[in-house]
């Protein structure tokens, strides 16, 4: 009797062994699970120019979009959990910060440059204000590591997503493998962020036939294409080239952008053109964010521009002129390139 007893004790372990290991083996799926992608395409909008294809050893999957957001939102990317990506690029803001000349970062610290609308990135061939990084996949390493942003390290970053018992069957269902690397890491945030496009402001259903220009819109529009096009250049709204516009050195900063990577005096004080897609939402204006309203950075064109400076800008040698009705005329128009449809996306929101 007491052999039975003792061999009915030993089958009901085993048994609950073999149970428990089936159940940790189906919550963590393992690289022998099928791949089944759903393949998603970059939205390219009906007359814009075709972008540089950032995706083309990336392939875009629905799987890898959403793995790409929950990290996107994820505060353990920062070294106190704090400030995800989204801290800094808040999406009613189209993106960027908003009414902050700089972010806050890790341990009450601030950024050093106004934070970017991140839209339209896939027309990026350079990103950041002054173009140190040449691909998307390449560029959230820059916050994740900087101390005074997310102050973290790409090792326990990953640590931490592994511990997670969401992120490998993420992983998987994104990239076949539950394996979690510094690769898929940024392939997935390069998937969301590369694919958050802005194309239906009022302009755009303008220009769709969905929709008409005031009279001071369109006052505005016919001003903007004879004075401010050339560098702003439609759809995109931006030349995506760097420029010294004329504003006096940030004696906190001493920033002299563009030269910081090309270590060329030719390229002092030239900061990359931005766009001007959802202007009004992206506020505080310029790389430090030292104009607080659109029509601060106006004047600045109109009255402001140090047109002593070597590196100035060709174009803005004469400043810019523009009269007080064209200054009401310019803003009403570029109110038009507000993008409501993206800023309260669902897709796009945690």
């Keep these: ?109 601030f950024t050093t440059r106004n934070a970017p609308g991140l839209f339209n990135l896939a027309w990026m061939t350079k990103l950041h204000w002054d173009g140190g990084i040449n691909h998307i996949e390449v560029q959230p390493l820059a916050p994740i590591t900087a101390q005074n942003e997310m102050a973290e ?17 993420m992983f998987q269902s994104a990239f076949g493998t539950t394996e979690i690397n510094s690769q898929k890491l940024l392939k997935a945030l390069a998937q969301f962020m590369g694919t958050i496009v802005s194309s239906n402001a009022k302009y755009d259903k303008v220009k769709r036939g969905e929709a008409s220009f005031t009279a001071p819109e369109q006052n505005g529009y016919n001003l903007f294409k004879a004075k401010c096009e050339t560098c702003h250049k439609e759809p995109l709204f931006t030349d995506n080239s760097f420029r010294n516009n004329g504003m006096a050195v940030n004696t ?11 270590n060329d005096k030719n390229d002092s004080l030239k900061f990359k053109v931005p766009s001007l897609r959802n202007v009004i939402l992206t506020f505080p204006y310029m790389h430090d964010g030292r104009f607080y309203s659109i029509g601060q950075a106006i004047d600045h064109y109109r009255t402001g521009i140090i047109t002593t400076q070597p590196t100035l800008d060709p174009l803005l040698i004469n400043r810019i002129a523009i009269t007080n009705t064209e200054k009401n005329d310019l803003i009403y128009f570029l109110q038009t390139l507000t993008d409501t449809t993206m800023t309260r996306s669902p897709r796009f929101a945690q």
């Design 252 to 262: 906190f900063l001493n920033d002299y952008g563009r030269m910081r990577i090309s």
């Design 1 to 109: 009797m007491k052999l039975r007893i003792i061999l009915f004790f030993l089958i009901t372990i085993l048994c609950s062994a073999i149970f428990i290991s089936a159940c940790k083996n189906n919550d963590v799926p393992g690289d022998n699970v099928p791949y089944n992608p759903t393949y998603i395409n970059l939205e390219v909008p009906a007359g814009w120019p075709t972008p540089p294809d950032i995706y083309v050893n990336n392939k875009l999957t629905e799987e890898g979009f959403q793995l790409g957001k929950k990290l996107f939102y994820d505060g353990r990317l920062s070294k106190d959990g704090n400030f995800p990506c989204a801290s800094c690029h808040q999406q009613f803001a189209a993106f960027a910060t908003y009414d902050h000349d700089f972010s806050h970062g890790f341990n009450n610290t």
């Design 153 to 169: 390290t790409v090792e326990n970053v990953l640590n931490k997503l592994k511990a997670d018992g969401d992120y490998p069957r």
